[in-house]
């Protein structure tokens, strides 16, 4: 069965300090992987896309790293900002002949002052 | 603004009845995609219209059905409302191919008393 799994569930930082959020999916054969960022009640908004072939990618403070062998991705969140309190989401992809997205139940974080 | 418009922004109706969601896509996008998602639970794949034509669907109940305009909006139609159907609608549109981007809408927070 393909699955996102995502960890963790929740997570707390402190204003300025890093963080990693992690994702394992069992999705094959397995076209390509996003992150995304939704805000409390708003639709998710893309921070980065990465194919099979592609081990990281950087979208300003965001960067996300793609282990197609071991399955998993990672996205570092770098000098943390209140802004980014949001849940992050890994949706994977099955593959290029197909257009359903599996989504990851998302990491909820949350940045404290 | 990621261009996908959605109305209404809220809705609430009582159970037994039916409501019509709908959702512009983005400027020369060709794919919609539906989504639900309840209260703390991550989107689940409703369906999903190319071009005019269903392409493929997700966890989509029989009293929900869709369709895409040859104006390329699409209409989520929801019926014998249930309590269990509240919860925040979704549509993304992409231009077409697995590897684009999807842009989400607002969505629509639909209450179900």
């Known amino acids: 069965k393909n699955q996102v799994e995502q960890s963790p569930q929740s997570l707390i930082i402190l204003e300025g300090k890093n963080c990693t959020l992690q994702?394992?999916?069992?999705?094959?054969?397995?076209?390509?992987l996003r992150w995304y960022k939704q805000d409390t009640g708003r639709g998710p908004v893309s921070l980065t896309i990465?194919?099979?072939?592609?081990n990281t990618k950087s979208n300003g403070r965001y960067t996300a790293t793609l282990d197609a062998d071991t399955k998993q991705s990672s996205l570092h969140i770098t000098a943390s900002q209140l802004s980014d309190s949001a849940s992050y989401i890994c949706?994977?992809?099955?593959?290029?002949?197909?257009?359903?997205?599996?989504f990851g139940t998302g990491t909820r974080l949350k940045v404290l002052a | 603004d990621s261009g996908v418009t959605q109305t209404p922004k809220h809705l609430i109706t009582a159970t037994g009845q039916r409501v019509t969601l709908r959702c512009s896509p983005r400027?020369?996008?060709?794919?919609v995609y539906w989504y639900q998602q309840s209260l703390d639970q991550g989107l689940q794949f409703l369906i999903h219209?190319?071009?005019?034509?269903?392409?493929a669907k997700g966890n989509i109940l029989e009293r929900f059905s869709a369709q895409q305009f040859p104006d390329l909006h699409s209409e989520l139609n929801l019926s014998s409302l249930e309590l269990g159907d509240s919860a925040l609608y979704f549509c993304?549109?992409?231009?077409?191919?697995?590897?684009?981007?999807?842009?989400f809408g607002q969505g629509t927070r639909l209450t179900v008393v």
């Open positions: 993304a549109s992409t231009r077409g191919g697995g590897n684009t981007e999807a842009f």
């Open positions: 994702c394992n999916y069992t999705v094959s054969p397995f076209s390509n």
């Open positions: 990465m194919t099979f072939s592609e």
């Open positions: 949706v994977v992809s099955p593959s290029s002949g197909t257009y359903k997205y599996i």
């Open positions: 400027s020369g996008d060709l794919s």
């Open positions: 219209y190319y071009n005019g034509e269903e392409r």
